[in-house]
């Protein structure tokens, strides 16, 4: 529980870099969905695992009461729904989002894009039925990424500076 909030900021990061990254090319319309989803996707993934972790906070403090079935079960299926429903869902639309963009102005190669929309596919239809399809955005983040990073290492020096306004 305690790695969530690091994921969440590291994510943001993420997000700031691709922005960043944009800069002028950025489309209005396709960046609003894309940073709202991102924001919609944290906020489900913080809230499952607020829930979750509220979980096991309630047993540990009793460890010789039994929890109620009901509440065990309603917290379980909160948590369930927030984060394999809503914060699945919303990561897709980012996905999507973030390889349109990505095809529109070049910032990461096509190939990327387009796997970032099968991928986006597979998380959508397939989650419910793979429990791994979780893996499928931190896999496509780390990938933009990689590429970002060894792409930026590889401009001269002076390409890193931006001019003044």
Not at 53 to 65: M, T
Not at 88 to 117: E, N
Not at 133 to 152: G, Q, R, T
């Amino acid at each position: 529980m305690q790695l969530v909030p690091i994921a969440g900021i590291a994510f943001l990061w993420f997000i700031g870099v691709l922005r960043d990254r944009l800069g002028p090319l950025e489309d209005r319309f396709f960046s609003t969905v894309f940073f709202g989803s991102a924001l919609l996707f944290l906020a489900m993934l913080f809230a499952a695992a607020a829930v979750a972790g509220a979980i096991v906070l309630a047993f540990a403090a009793q460890p010789n009461d039994r929890i109620s079935a009901d509440t065990f079960h309603f917290a379980r299926a909160v948590a369930y729904n927030l984060m394999n429903v809503y914060a699945i869902k919303s990561a897709c639309v980012f996905m999507v989002s973030a390889s349109t963009v990505a095809i529109h102005t070049g910032f990461v190669p096509r190939w990327i894009a387009l796997l970032g929309y099968s991928l986006a596919f597979v998380l959508l239809v397939a989650s419910y039925y793979l429990p791994w399809a979780f893996v499928v955005l931190p896999i496509w983040v780390f990938l933009v990424s990689a590429h970002i990073l060894i792409d930026e290492m590889r401009r001269p020096p002076h390409a890193h500076e931006k001019s003044p306004q």
